[in-house]
Nanobody, 124 residues
């Protein structure tokens, strides 16, 4: 069982930056692939970024590529999402997700564990 707790969301102006954090409770955190998803009101949950259990492999949605960076610290059981050059269309609840495999996919149903989400609001 893995418990995930996100933090770091908030209100920011367009062009600004935020760093989201996800704290994981798993004793074997380094054996879990991690990802960030987001969900805007009235929209489906969408993939944002993913990272392999070693941190060596990452991938991003086209909409955030070049602006967002995913990273992990296995010694601290943490995953991060650095978000730069934020746009109003980035406004959503951001979720941290985990799956017990080397590298997860880009669909929400491929992940077994989820945090409660953290709100990110970007004003124009």
């Amino acid at each position: 069982q893995v418990q995930l707790v996100e933090s770091g969301g908030g209100l920011v102006q367009a062009g600004g930056s935020l760093r989201l954090s996800c704290a994981a409770s798993a004793r074997t955190f380094s054996t879990y692939a991690m990802a960030w998803f987001r969900q805007a009101p009235g929209e489906e949950r969408e993939f944002v970024a993913r990272i392999s259990w070693s941190g060596a492999t990452t991938d991003y949605a086209d909409s955030v590529k070049g602006r967002f960076t995913i990273a992990r610290d296995n010694a601290k059981n943490m995953v991060y999402l650095q978000m730069n050059s934020l746009k109003p269309e980035d406004t959503a609840v951001y979720y941290c997700a985990a799956t017990n495999t080397y590298y997860g996919g880009t669909y929400y149903y491929e992940y077994d564990y989820w945090g409660q989400g953290t709100q990110v609001t970007v004003s124009s």
